[in-house]
């Protein structure tokens, strides 16, 4: 039996801390990397921009009419483990929440990377998008999945800005997720 499996995209699929400190060092002369990324709002300190609006600004155009949604590498095995899921018959919704003017940067990507999604929403209440199993990286959006969902899987992407939740499973890369699924998916055949 498939399960609907909404996914989240950036700090999930797509590397999005590697991305944007990559062409932020690029335009800025500086040396951040991905591992500089110790919490979930620390972005505007580490850019050393007054706040988020001011970091989104900068991301909106890295100078070529694409956001820095177009410019991010996926994970190592994401690509290949989404591919894999839909082989074994899930449907994939990929649930994002990113500013408006990032959808049109955020589809080419999926098509560039030929992500086999059935649905994208991009939207900041995940939680109203169904799915039999969740998977993010937010705690923000975690605890919301958990509070409006106890009844449905909540996989927890280990990042450096979540911390364990109870009511989730942690993952820590894409074999655990493959792994997981095909547990969920066994009991509920």
């Known amino acids: 039996m498939g399960l609907r499996l909404g996914i989240d995209m950036d700090g999930v699929i797509a590397d999005f801390n590697a991305g944007w400190t990559h062409h932020f060092n690029a335009q800025h002369g500086t040396d951040l990397c991905a591992d500089d990324v110790h919490s979930w709002d620390c972005l505007p300190e580490l850019a050393g921009l007054p706040d988020m609006e001011a970091f989104w600004d900068w991301a909106r155009d890295l100078g070529d009419g694409r956001s820095v949604f177009r410019h991010l590498d996926p994970f190592p095995g994401a690509i290949e483990a989404l591919h894999g899921l839909d082989a074994a018959g899930h449907d994939l919704v990929i649930i994002t929440a990113k500013p408006d003017w990032s ?15 059935r649905e994208v929403h991009i ?4 939680w109203r998008v169904e799915a039999d199993v969740y998977l993010d990286d937010s705690p923000h959006v975690l605890r919301d999945l958990v509070r409006h969902h106890p009844d449905r899987h909540v996989l927890r992407f280990v990042r450096r800005w979540n911390a364990h939740l109870e009511g989730t499973t942690a993952v ?15 009991v509920a055949a």
């Open 103 to 117: 959808i049109p940067d955020t589809l080419s990507w999926l098509g560039d990377h030929r992500v086999p999604v």
């Open 123 to 126: 939207q900041h209440d995940k």
């Open 172 to 186: 820590h890369d894409w074999d655990e997720v493959i792994d997981a699924v095909s547990r969920i998916a066994e």
